[in-house]
C-alpha cells in the first residue's frame, strides 16, 4: 500500500514539472506548431503582392495584344493612342484600315516603325494590321472631332474613295493618264496625291475642298516619311498625319490628315 502512494507522488510531481516548463514557454511553441502551412502561403504571397503593387492595365494590355496580325477595331483593340515600338531590329509596320476586302484601298494609313512611336486608333477604322510591332497604350482616347470634321469636309467634297491613281472621281487628285499613285492623303480640308511617270519621274497634286482650287507641282522628293513639293517658293510636305504648306519660315497652313496610305 505504501509503495503504490509513493508512486502515485512521484506521477503528480512529475505532471506538476511538465506543467510549469509549459507554462514558462508561453504555449509559443504549440502555437507554431499548430499555424496551417496555408496560412504561411497566403500571408506570404499577399505580402510579395501588396509589395510588388498591382498590376497596371496598360502592362495587361502589353501582354494581351499580338505583335502581329490584323485587329479589328472595338474587338481587338480599341479606338485611342498607342505607344509603339518594333520588336525586330529591321523594325515594323502597321497599317489603319476602313475594310478587310484585301484591296488596296482598304489602307487609311500607313507606315514603316524604325523606332518608338505613337499611332493613334480611330473609332471610323475597321481594322489595324501590325507586323512585328508591340502596342502600349497611352491613356490618350482618339481624337473626338475626327469623324465629324471629316464629314463637314466632305459635305463640299467629291470624295467617293482611293484606287491605285488616287481619289476616284476626283481629277485634281487622280493621277494622270495610266500613272500609278505612291502616296494619297486626304486632310481636313484637302486631297493630295504624289503620283510617278512611266520612267520614274514624280508630280504633286492636290485641291482645297472649300473651294475646288488645285495645284500640280513637278519633282516633289521623298523627305522622312512623306513627301515635300516646292512651288515659287512655298512648300507642300505631306506625311502620314499632316499637310504642312510654308513659305520660308512662315506657316501657312497645317492640316491634320484623316487618310493616308503609300507604297
Excluded: H
Excluded at 97 to 124: E, K
Excluded at 127 to 138: D, F, G, K
Amino acid at each position: 500500500m505504501a509503495g503504490v502512494a509513493i508512486v502515485a507522488i512521484v506521477a503528480v510531481a512529475a505532471l506538476v514539472i511538465l506543467l510549469v516548463r509549459n507554462s514558462d514557454s508561453g504555449g509559443d511553441a504549440d502555437v507554431a506548431v499548430r499555424t496551417p502551412a496555408s496560412t504561411v502561403t497566403a500571408t506570404t504571397s499577399a505580402a510579395a503582392s501588396t509589395a510588388a503593387g498591382p498590376v497596371s492595365s496598360a502592362a495587361s494590355a502589353v501582354r494581351d495584344t499580338p505583335t502581329n496580325g490584323i485587329l479589328k477595331v472595338g474587338t481587338d483593340i480599341q479606338p485611342g493612342e498607342y505607344a509603339i515600338r518594333p520588336t525586330r531590329s529591321t523594325g515594323g509596320y502597321w497599317e489603319r484600315l476602313s475594310c478587310l476586302t484585301g484591296d488596296f484601298s482598304c489602307i487609311s494609313a500607313n507606315d514603316i516603325v524604325q523606332g518608338s512611336g505613337y499611332l493613334t486608333i480611330l473609332p471610323g477604322d475597321v481594322a489595324v494590321r501590325i507586323e512585328n510591332l508591340e502596342l502600349t497604350p497611352t491613356g490618350n482616347p482618339a481624337p473626338a472631332t475626327a469623324g465629324s470634321t471629316a464629314s463637314s469636309a466632305g459635305s463640299n467634297s467629291p470624295v467617293g474613295g482611293t484606287d491605285e491613281q488616287g481619289f476616284v472621281d476626283v481629277p485634281s487628285a487622280r493621277c494622270n493618264y495610266t500613272d500609278p499613285a505612291i502616296a494619297v492623303g486626304q486632310t481636313t480640308a484637302s486631297l493630295v496625291v504624289i503620283c510617278e511617270t512611266g520612267v520614274g519621274r514624280l508630280y504633286y497634286k492636290g485641291i482645297r475642298l472649300s473651294d475646288g482650287a488645285a495645284i500640280e507641282i513637278d519633282d516633289p522628293v521623298a523627305t522622312g516619311d512623306g513627301f515635300t513639293a516646292t512651288n515659287d517658293g512655298v512648300q507642300y510636305r505631306l506625311s502620314p498625319t499632316s499637310l504642312v504648306i510654308t513659305e520660308g519660315s512662315t506657316l501657312l497652313t497645317e492640316e491634320s490628315v484623316l487618310q493616308y496610305w503609300s507604297r
